[in-house]
């Protein structure tokens, strides 16, 4: 659904004219032919072409009304004898367009946003005042509203109504496209120049449902899921060598995977400073084996998808490309392949960082600290892959969904930072759980 999203349906509207009002209306060659293409998508075959006197086809107003949730207003902002009093929810916005005819060269646009309390606020109005392309040499073209002036993002279900109504508060609608029943113009008569109208009173909308795929994404936080402020940064006082604190990876899969059996991850780490031996935690490093990967168990804000299965899986810490940078590279699986669904959050890993090391215990046995505790660091979750015991690595999730990063010590000015993610192979996590 793109920002010109009414692009579609101006010319449905212009076909959807009933056989009285296309006595004026379908004299002209563009109009004509939009409604034999709104008509064939009815499986219509044929319509009938009436002459008309077009000297008379004279303020035309084209009216789009719009919901998009709760709330809303009833009146018409044109004040036209229309009344959405009995929809279940009136309007929220609504757009009308003058347009320019062969005897009234006037244009008029304007969006319109319910004020909440009955009323009507202008959004943006003016001649040509929203773009709208009338014509190219013939044919109507759209009506360029972004969805961000709707309050919408192209994922958002919408409703709408187009109708054809004429200037003066006596007129009401002459066509409608979703209520036929309201409509003034029929087979029967119209009053259009022949005032007074009946009032239309519409209930119905067209519905657009984007069905857009559920989301995806990745999020990083101490101690549980929790995508909250709470969980974005750890302070700790450097003054114990017992503690231990775990970071946890989530993520949204964005649709289900039946047989679900691993995870591989990458876990940036930046440092503002060249890593301290504090940070050192790979092979020869200052404070190597205090990074460790735990079972992942129940925890606040996702689901588990290890449940009934063992686990296992192993990390391995890459120096970064530059000082202040190094990567931990996570795989972690289930023995078993088990259901893992795409609209949860689900849990991927568990990081556990223990605090050995941080201040110096004279013993017995000595224990030497690794200085750098105090550092700011910054940790960010830059993938998630995903991988199925059928069909091997299905998705590879390098968005965040809410937050994928989280900070030591208040972080780092640059957090969160990120390098390029190295995939891994089938191969690498299948051995995993075999």
Do not use: H
């Not at 937050?403 to 191969?427: D, H, I, L, M, V």
């Amino acid at each position: 659904m793109s920002k010109t999203w009414l692009t579609r349906w101006r010319p449905a509207l212009a076909g959807l004219v009933t056989i009285a009002l296309a006595v004026a209306l379908l004299s002209f060659a563009p109009v004509r032919a939009l409604a034999v293409q709104f008509l064939g998508l009815f499986r219509v075959q044929q319509i009938t072409v009436l002459p008309g006197d077009t000297t008379r086809l004279s303020d035309i107003n084209l009216g789009v009304a719009i919901d998009t949730g709760p709330g809303g207003t009833a009146t018409d902002p044109f004040a036209r004898q229309i009344t959405w009093a009995g929809a279940a929810s009136p309007p929220d916005y609504y757009i009308y367009d003058v347009i320019p005819t062969n005897c009234n060269n006037y244009n008029y646009e304007v969006l319109y946003r319910s004020d909440g309390a009955g009323g009507w606020v202008t959004v943006q109005d003016g001649s040509n005042g929203l773009g709208i392309v009338d014509f190219d040499g013939g044919n109507f073209v759209e009506i360029p509203i972004e969805l961000v002036s709707l309050g919408l993002t192209s994922c958002n279900p919408i409703r709408i109504e187009f109708f054809v109504t004429q200037e003066g508060g006596t007129k009401a609608a002459f066509d409608m496209v979703a209520n036929d029943s309201q409509q003034q113009s029929t087979l029967g008569g119209t009053c259009w120049d022949s005032p007074p109208c009946p009032v239309s009173a519409p209930t119905a909308y067209l519905t657009y449902d984007p069905n857009c795929p559920a989301p995806m994404g990745v999020n990083l936080g101490w101690a549980n899921c929790g995508t909250t402020i709470a969980t974005a940064n750890k302070s700790f006082l450097c003054d114990d060598n017992a503690g231990s604190f775990s970071l946890v990876g989530s993520f949204k899969n964005g649709f289900d995977v039946a047989d679900f059996v691993a995870i591989a991850a990458a876990v940036d780490v930046t440092t503002g400073v060249a890593t301290p031996p504090w940070f050192q935690f790979g092979t020869g490093g200052c404070r190597e084996g205090e990074l460790s990967l735990v079972a992942v168990g129940v925890l606040s804000g996702c689901t588990n998808p290890y449940s009934g299965a063992n686990q296992g899986g192993g990390y391995v810490v890459e120096a970064g490309p530059t000082p202040d940078r190094f990567r931990v590279r996570i795989q972690w699986a289930r023995d078993i392949a088990g259901a893992l669904s795409g609209t949860a959050r689900n849990a991927a890993f568990v990081l556990a960082m223990s605090t050995a090391r941080t201040v110096y215990d004279p013993g017995p046995p000595e224990t030497l600290d690794c200085p750098g505790c105090n550092t700011s660091a910054c940790f960010v979750l830059n993938a998630v892959e995903v991988f199925s015991q059928s069909a091997g690595r299905v998705r590879i999730i390098e968005t965040p969904e809410v937050r994928n990063w989280a900070t030591w010590q208040n972080g780092t000015g640059g957090c969160p930072g990120a390098t390029p993610t190295r995939k891994a192979s089938w191969g690498q996590v299948k051995a995993l759980y075999r």
